[in-house]
């Protein structure tokens, strides 16, 4: 048995939907792998999973929109001179 993390979606489009496990944290920071074989989305072999999983059929997306970009970009440029 082998298990792989990545955040390479690419991956998706080659391994069987029974392969593929999905973490999902709530805002509490509690976990919860689900397969997304699992769900009630008919996934048929002209379905393309990497794009349902974009979408969000299967969450798990990371949300960054409370980031503030700018203000990292300025401590990269400090640490990086």
Known sequence: QLIITTHNTMLLESIDPK???????????NKRASCIDDYDIRIQKNNNVR?????????GIPYSGNIDYSNIYGILNEIKD
């Open 19 to 29: 392969s593929i496990y999905v973490i999902y944290v709530d805002y509490k920071g």
């Open 51 to 59: 794009d349902m999983y974009l979408k969000g059929l299967f969450g």
